[in-house]
Every structure is written in structure tokens, then in C-alpha cells.
């Protein structure tokens, strides 16, 4: 009578594993415990247990011979089940943004973000994750699906652009002046002499003035200067906000 024998994937008895994961499989039914393991009629190992790398479907097969001689055989067949998909992109933004940290293209169940010692799992379909930042700063995402979590992340950096630093100089240097007179405020700074003015009451002149003739009949007024950081032709920079870091300057006029 040939022997009965049994195969067992003693990693979680399931017969579908993630693709290139590495399982256990145990033969039993002899006393001998002589076994000899094959894949496509090719022989691949020759004892009681059998540790294959499955990349792939895969029908495994054990033989063995017992103490009488007679000679059993069965098959186990071990299914793959893929690793996700998705898509990433790197991007820039101003010191103090919100980083939108994006997962495009992708199929998995959900994400995880990890980055040092730190990780924020996502819920299901979530594909961003927002972050606000004040130094550049790297993401390494991980997809889930059907228990398969990707080996290796993908790696994101977030570039953060430090904001100009400008400030506003005056002709005459005093800051009062008498009613009805002018003065110039130069704007001074920057990195490519784009500006933007503003005083109390709003927006008093547009891009690419570097100087203003300021002449009021307010008693008082504040003068504010921003810079704009105008998008270039590499794709990683991109225009930055106002810079409220810039200096203000108070014009007390005279009675």
C-alpha cells in the first residue's frame, strides 16, 4: 500500500502568499521522514521541510519511500497574490506651506507614510497626506493590498523655499515729512526685484516696481513691501507668497 502523504504551509496554512515571499511547507506521513521535494519534475530539496521563495503560481510536489518500500506522492499548489501599484511625484513649496504629500495611479487599499521614526497609516483610499513644514523633508510611502504590503517604499521629498528677506528704504531717510510733501521708498532685497507695494488702505502698485513716490495727506501711513518669487522654467520652483517677513515703514507727516 503507497504511503499517504500530506503537505502543510506552516506559516499561516494559507495556500496564497504575497508575491516573492518566502514560506514553509512540512511533508509528513512517513516514519522515515526520507522526502524528496519537486517543482516541475525537477527536484529541489530533499527533507522534511522545504522553504521556497515563491515568485510566481507554483504546484509542489513531495515524494516519499517508506519502510517497506513503497513510494507516495502528493501536491500542494501555492497561489501569488501581487504587490500594489502607485505613483509618486517630488515638489516644492514656501517655508510655512501646507505639503500635499500624494499618491497617484495606485491600487492599494491604503497608504503609509513613513518618515525617521514616525509614520502616519492612512484610511482606506486616502491618498494625501498634508503636512505644513518649514524645512525640506523626505517621505517614504508604502501601499497595502490584500494583506501584501510593498517591501520597499517609495521615496517623496518635499523641497521647502526659504521666503526673501526685503526691507524699505527711504529718500529722505527721515520718516516725517511735511504735509503734502513726497518721498521715495526704495525696495531693497529679494532675488530677482519683483515687488509688490501695499499701504493701510491696500494694494497701491503692481509687479516689477522697485521704487515708489509716496506723497499722502494723512496724518500717518504704513508702507508695506513684498517680493514674489515668479515661477522659472524648472519645474521644482514655483511662486511664493507674500513674504511677511518683510519690514514696514511708519511716515509720520507733519501738520
Known amino acids: 500500500t503507497k504511503p499517504v502523504l500530506y503537505i502543510n504551509e506552516v506559516i499561516n496554512g494559507d495556500s496564497s502568499v504575497c508575491e516573492g515571499e518566502v514560506i514553509t511547507l512540512k511533508a509528513s506521513g512517513l516514519s522515515t521522514k526520507n522526502y524528496d521535494w519537486y517543482v516541475d ?3 529541489v530539496g530533499g527533507s522534511e521541510n522545504y522553504n521556497p521563495n515563491v515568485l510566481k503560481e507554483t504546484v509542489f510536489s513531495v515524494k516519499g519511500v517508506d519502510e517497506n518500500g513503497c513510494q507516495g506522492e502528493t501536491n500542494f499548489t501555492v497561489k501569488t497574490k501581487p504587490y500594489p501599484t502607485f505613483e509618486v511625484k517630488n515638489s516644492t513649496i514656501c517655508s510655512g506651506e501646507e505639503a500635499e504629500v500624494k499618491i497617484t495611479n495606485g491600487n492599494a487599499e491604503h497608504y503609509t507614510w513613513k518618515w525617521g521614526n514616525e509614520e502616519y497609516v492612512g484610511k482606506e483610499g486616502e491618498t494625501i497626506y ?3 513644514l518649514s524645512t525640506s523633508k523626505v517621505y517614504t510611502i508604502f501601499g497595502t493590498l490584500n494583506g501584501c504590503k ?6 517623496v521629498t518635499v523641497t521647502v523655499k526659504s521666503l526673501p528677506t526685503i526691507a524699505i528704504e527711504s529718500n ?4 516725517e515729512i511735511c504735509l503734502n510733501e513726497s518721498v521715495i521708498l526704495n525696495a531693497l532685497g529679494g532675488e530677482n526685484g519683483k515687488y509688490k507695494w501695499s499701504a493701510e488702505e491696500g494694494l497701491i502698485a503692481s509687479e516689477n516696481i522697485d521704487q515708489l513716490i509716496a ?3 494723512q496724518k500717518q501711513t504704513i508702507y508695506r513691501i513684498h517680493q514674489i518669487l ?9 511662486k511664493c507668497p507674500y513674504n511677511f517677513q518683510a519690514n514696514n515703514i511708519l511716515f509720520i507727516f507733519a501738520q
Not at 515668479?230 to 514655483?238: D, G, I, M, T
Open 41 to 43: 519534475n525537477a527536484i
Open 130 to 132: 498634508k503636512e505644513r
Open 150 to 155: 510593498t517591501p520597499e517604499g517609495k521615496n
Open 172 to 175: 529722505p531717510l527721515s520718516k
Open 215 to 217: 506723497k499722502k495727506t
Open 230 to 238: 515668479w515661477k522659472s522654467s524648472n519645474p521644482l520652483y514655483k
